[in-house]
């Protein structure tokens, strides 16, 4: 049993040594993405934010609204519809 310890003892010890010794650690940096974040937009109805490419995109008045769903749409159609003029 002893000798076990005394092994894992010398092993930590080469291991914080050559990490000392070589300057460096072995990890690369964070890697940052070089692509362009997407534009987002926020869904009017339920509030959550998506991305043009995955959107459900309506048009009211010459704008454009971004949806997370049909659901979400259909009911900003109705919300319109209900609304007086």
Request: glycine share 6%.
């Given at each position: 049993?002893?000798?076990?310890?005394?092994?894992?003892?010398?092993?930590?010890?080469?291991?914080i040594?050559?990490t000392?010794?070589?300057?460096?650690?072995r990890?690369?940096?964070?890697?940052h993405?070089k692509?362009?974040?997407?534009p987002?937009?926020?869904?009017?109805?339920?509030?959550?934010?998506?991305?043009?490419?995955?959107?459900?995109?309506?048009?009211?008045?010459?704008?454009?609204?971004?949806?997370?769903?049909m659901?979400?749409?259909?009911?900003?159609?109705?919300?319109?519809?209900?609304?007086?003029?």
């Amino acid at each position: 049993m002893r000798l076990l310890v005394w092994m894992l003892l010398i092993y930590i010890g080469y291991r914080i040594i050559k990490t000392m010794v070589s300057g460096k650690d072995r990890r690369p940096d964070v890697v940052h993405d070089k692509t362009e974040a997407e534009p987002t937009h926020r869904d009017p109805v339920c509030g959550v934010y998506v991305s043009e490419r995955d959107a459900v995109v309506g048009r009211h008045d010459g704008q454009r609204h971004y949806f997370c769903s049909m659901a979400c749409l259909e009911k900003f159609s109705e919300q319109l519809d209900h609304k007086p003029t």
